[in-house]
Each structure stands twice: as structure tokens, then as C-alpha cells.
């Protein structure tokens, strides 16, 4: 593992163990070079997924867009960061285990919508409104609205 301080090649596992959740490793590591310390995360994947945009473009799936797209979305909410990981985590097993190595963006955005309709209704209205490109108020309160009919 390269050194992100320095880049040296060769650096040290120090400690590991499993996350909370058993889906990684994590490894603290030490430089010899520079004596930084910095820790990594080592995950199993199951095979190479790429996902497909609307438009046609290719490009790898990558894990920390998930993440980092739920935590914006919940971001303030009161969901501990390690129930998101934990969800992120599900919706990757589910991505990888579809059999399919390319996955349409919109099958992604609807996975992510249905986690968070289940988590926390704000994150969830948040994140609609990037991924359905609301331009206006009004398509907030229509979105709404049409949250109330199905809860009714």
C-alpha cells in the first residue's frame, strides 16, 4: 500500500479487525519512510459493476459516490453514520449480487429513494430533489403531496 503523505510503496500493517458490521477490514498502517499513520479499509467485491448514465456514458461503480450522496441527503438528520454505512453496504451486496455487471443509473436512484423513504422522510425529499431535477418550488410541493396520498 503507497503511503498517502509521502508515497512510498512499502508500508506497514500495524493493526487489523473487522468493522462493527463484518463487512470490511480495517488496517492501521505505518510508513517507514515518513512515519505517517493512516488507516485503510479492505472490502470484498464480488464483481466489477459499471454503471450506465442516462445518456449512454460508462463509468465504474464506485462506493464512496453512494455514500457520500446518502450523507449529503441526511446530513443534520438524526441517522448515525454507521447505520448509513450499514445501508450503503445492503445496496451494494443487492448491486453485486443481481448477477448483472452493468447497472442503469436510474436502478441505483430508485434503490437509494426507496432506502431513504425508509429511513428519514426529509433525507428523502432531499434527495429526490436532486435526482428528480426539481427546478422549482412547486415541484417540491407536488412531490409532497404526493407523499401525503400515499400515506393516506
Same mark, same amino acid.
Not at 450503503?88 to 426507496?114: A, D, F, H
Given at each position: ?22 463487512? +470490511?477490514? $480495517?488496517? @492501521? ?7 505517517? =499513520? ?6 470484498? %467485491? *464480488? ?25 449529503? +441527503?441526511? $446530513?443534520? @438528520? ?7 454505512? =450499514? ?6 451486496? %443487492? *448491486? ?29 425529499? @432531499? ?7 426539481? =427546478? ?17
Amino acid at each position: 500500500m503507497r503511503c498517502p503523505f509521502c508515497g512510498h510503496d512499502d508500508t506497514q500493517v500495524k493493526d487489523s479487525r473487522p468493522t462493527e458490521d463484518n463487512s +470490511a477490514i $480495517r488496517r @492501521r498502517r505505518f510508513c517507514p519512510s515518513c512515519g505517517a =499513520r493512516f488507516t485503510t479499509f479492505e472490502r470484498v %467485491q *464480488l464483481r466489477e459493476l459499471t454503471v450506465v448514465k442516462t445518456n449512454g456514458q460508462r463509468e465504474p461503480f464506485d462506493r464512496e459516490k453512494l455514500l457520500r450522496s446518502m450523507r449529503i +441527503a441526511l $446530513r443534520k @438528520r438524526p441517522v448515525d453514520a454507521d447505520r448509513i454505512d =450499514r445501508i450503503v453496504n445492503s445496496l451494494v451486496r %443487492q *448491486l453485486e449480487s443481481s448477477g448483472e455487471s452493468e447497472i442503469p443509473s436510474k436502478q441505483i436512484g430508485e434503490m437509494v429513494m426507496g432506502a431513504l423513504f425508509n429511513l428519514d422522510q426529509v433525507a428523502y425529499v @432531499r434527495y429526490a430533489s436532486v435526482y428528480r431535477d426539481f =427546478r422549482e418550488a412547486a415541484d417540491f410541493n407536488e412531490f409532497v403531496g404526493s407523499l401525503k396520498q400515499e400515506a393516506n
